[in-house]
């Protein structure tokens, strides 16, 4: 089973400012990686499959980026509807997907 | 308006039994592939299992299997889960994905609905 691993747990980013957020595989997952954002109470949206392709209706301040084992989600400036839990998920090597433990993006 | 609607959880005592149901309405139910995702209060997400457009193939987590049933009714745009012998461990929010691609990371969620496995 592929190990997804996340990176910071928390991050505190003002409003306007671009925030990285890193989530590794413990080994090739090719570009077959999403990202979701969840809010509290909410169900999980996808924001980026093929590790860089964004879903229909997410904004282009979101772009991910990455193969192999190393990606990274960028929000180029943060708006106030963006502070969530962001997680990563493989689905190159399935069954199982697995997903990482997520990243808390807070306000500072 | 695409919509996935999930009920039947609730409370259960270790060692019962649930049946998870999930309606859907606003895309064509019988071509997408559906799955089980849960998450435990606090955690993170799991996935559960997976069932292809037409039934014919099915996929489980180790942790369930053997336990837990998933099947679909595209004459009734419905998709089940069928959880036996649960176990605390089984507490979580549970919701049902729905995704073109068989394998391919779902695009549309339900709400979910909560299980709670206590005695």
């Known amino acids: 089973e592929i190990v997804m691993t996340q990176s910071p747990a928390t991050l505190s980013v003002s409003p306007g400012e671009r925030a990285t957020l890193s989530c590794r595989a413990s080994q090739s997952v090719s570009i077959n990686l999403a990202w979701y954002q969840q809010k509290p109470g909410q169900a999980p949206r996808l924001l980026i499959y093929?590790?860089?392709t964004r879903a229909t209706g997410i904004p282009a301040r979101f772009s991910g980026r990455g193969s192999g084992t190393e990606f990274t989600l960028t929000i180029s400036s943060l708006q106030s509807e963006d502070f969530a839990v962001y997680y990563c998920?493989?689905?190159?090597?399935?069954?199982?997907?697995?997903f990482g433990q997520g990243t808390k993006v807070d306000i500072k | 308006e695409v919509q996935l609607v999930e009920s039947g959880g609730g409370l259960v005592k270790p060692g019962g039994s649930l049946r998870l149901s999930c309606a859907a309405s606003?895309?064509?139910?019988?071509?997408?592939?559906m799955n089980w995702v849960r998450q435990a209060p606090g955690k993170g997400l799991e996935w559960v299992s997976s069932?292809?457009?037409?039934?014919?193939?099915?996929y489980y987590a180790d942790s369930v299997k053997g336990r837990f049933t998933i099947s679909r009714d595209n004459a009734k745009n419905s998709l089940y889960l069928q959880m036996n012998s649960l176990r605390a461990e089984d507490t979580a929010v549970y919701y049902c994905?729905?995704?073109?691609?068989?394998?391919?990371?779902?695009?549309?969620w339900g709400q979910g609905a909560l299980v709670t496995v206590s005695s």
């Open positions: 998920q493989q689905y190159n090597n399935w069954p199982p997907w697995t």
């Open positions: 994905a729905g995704g073109y691609s068989y394998g391919s990371p779902p695009d549309y």
């Open positions: 069932i292809s457009s037409s039934s014919g193939s099915i």
């Open positions: 093929g590790a860089s």
């Open positions: 606003g895309f064509t139910f019988s071509s997408y592939s």
